[in-house]
């Protein structure tokens, strides 16, 4: 289940004790050889004129070995209508190619393998077609195989100019891929200003290399924007196959060489880990050499990109923060993280998740979602949930796993308006819900694997859950509150601080009519309490005074059912020497 | 919040070595985080990729002159109980260990994990310290992540990276960097 070479043994340091904080941290020239190109041109493209009357003489951008012949026929003027000569030449020329970028794959016993290094298809990238005035004379997008048509006048001095984009229409999305360390300026790739001939066809291949060269990363690393698009491509063609007419808002992706695990100004690339920040849409990527590059590791970006799709096409309420597999946390995390492990393994076609690190990237973590066994099993564990949703989508039996219905039903359930305005918070249990509701004959095979799991409550509110993890006031998921009616409730921090499982409780809030309403919770005079309040999965509003013993909010509600989240201060502020067991009772009144 | 906080005040009782013109350099510039604590994201965290629950405590960032050798403390905070092994290797051309490149250690009862690594300052510029983390909890889940510390030797310099590309403006007068491409032109 575990991957990690070249670790080796060494000196044992005792562990001094200093203050805790828990740092929640918080993308030829000249068609002088006429050939047979790799692909066809497009139907009818568009006839363009490069406005280019200068010299044709052959400057190539790449740093690299470029094959390209620079048997430029200089002198040659690209006038407006063209057809040139009395050789024959033709008037316009059919010029394409395709775009390729250098992958590193992962050896099997783990670490980045530079030494099979393969070209792959651009899929879905921007290419613009650019004169030498540096004006874009047309745009299109390469194909599945990476290709792209241009049809351009003869004689044309032009280049071929590749973004750093996806774009797609019907179902919609653009994704780019820019540098946070320097102004976000996008990455392009960029091929050489070179005529485009006379010959009927012309092909330019362009590929972005690696940039790996002696054991180290010494050349300019084009193809790390293109490897991180073509993981997102994957992804979105997986949410395109399941439902072909979603409108996905701007994907933001940031990617640095600069970008480095240590947490502060992301503008100078200490953006602590790679994450989705739902703030600004953005999925910020590492990209340091020797500390953790993850542009190739698929899983890393595919996780990311499932928050992405949570977020955008169905709803997302998680606190985000430190977790990992076996961590009992905050129902919104476990969700969240389980769901971007799944949708990764689900989008690669491949349950094992990889992430490369280390010096030359050679060591590597990784699990398989297949991995069924965890340690903290429960509707808390992001493991739990990778496995249930996970199971639900792939054909394999590894079991107890009768279930293959594929991707579809999954996301039609998180994208289904049954879940996108259900008034409890997000959490295993209203997605299966629904899949089980949508999905009748295979309801008791998605019961077992949720049994599997040690996960047994049911409905959309997880009503008569019994795993509490060994903690009983993580019991019930939610309580009732009506008005008239207190509850006592625990907020803790022992199984992690902030976003910990025990940390919040949540109160299903029934409001019989619209009217002004107040919110009372009382402690003991060591307890902070802070609340926050939600309704069908929006923000409504919180309530965060520094005031011992008590918090109070009287505030005009609508008819209708809200969940109340309680916690303590002291159990969520990042400190894990203060706080612990604090216990409130929470009432409910009108006026 | 309280985590930025400390940073900032902790930055402040330490010299800095540029001088007032020296903008850039700032440890509050450095540490400032921009988007990741839950007052800037509202409700909502960011959402990082999965890996050990391992993270620095105490500073990441570090002034030193070129030539002088320190003791950089090490603070991770874990799960109590939880078995640590860090594998420590730094940017070579300006930074030199001194001392063991591997620390085993085990998470206290204060979730806390420390070690010095005594490093020697070669160059001027911004460096960094790789810390690669295998854990072991008491569960027994086996995890990993990376970690770094920045040292920043003298006045800022250029990105250690040496990478770095100059941008340009398309068309429409956006920042682009251009990217060379391998070309075949056929």
Redesign the interface.
Known sequence: MYQWNNVVGAAVKQVAVVSVLTALTACGGGGSKSSAGTSEPQSNPPVINSGNTSKNTLSSSSSSSSSSSSSSSSGISSSSSSSSSSSGAAATVALSGAVTYDRVGHLANGGLNYKAIIAMPARGVVVQLINAQSETLATTVTDASGNYHFAVKANSNVKIRVLAQLKNTNPSWLVDVADNTNNNAGYVLEGSLVSSGTNSTQVRNLRAASGWADGSYSQTRAAAPFAILDSIYDGLHLVASADGSVTLPDLHVRWSENNVSATGNYALGFIGSSMYSSYDSTIYVLGKENNDTDEYDRGVIQHELGHYIEDKLSRSESLGGAHNLDSRVDMRVAFGEGWGNAFSAMAANDSVYRDSMGATQGQTFKFDVEDNQGFAKGWFNERSIHSVLYDIFDSNNDGSDSVALGFKPILAALHSTDYINFPGLTSIYPAIDIIKRNNSASQNAIATLMQNQTIFGTGMYGEGETNDSGYSAMLPVYEQLSPGVSKTVCSNNHWQETNGADVRRYLLMTIPSDNQYTINIKGTSNTDPDLRLWRNGKFALQSTLAKAGSETVTKRLSQGVYTLEVYDSANADDDSNTGGNMCFSVSLSQG | M??LT?MILAASHMPLLATAADDEFSFA??????????E??????????????I????R??FNLQRGQLDDL?V?L?G?VGEKI?V?V?A?TKGLALQG?????????A??????SVPVKALLDGRW?I?L?V?SQ?A????????????VQVGNMVA?S?G???A?QN??QG?????????????
């Open positions: 309280k985590f400390m510039k450095l540490t400032g985080q921009t988007l990741n604590t839950h800037h994201m509202g409700v909502h965290g960011c959402e990082h990729k999965p890996g050990a629950q993270n620095v405590s105490g990441e960032f403390s603070d905070t799960i092994s594998q290797s940017d063991p490149q591997q620390f085993e250690l085990e998470v206290d204060n979730q806390l994990a420390s070690f960094v790789n690669i295998q909890t569960d027994g889940e086996i995890s990993a992540r990376a970690m770094a510390l920045v990105l990276g990478q770095q590309k941008t398309d068309a956006a920042p682009i960097i251009v990217l060379p491409a391998q070309e075949e032109i056929l």
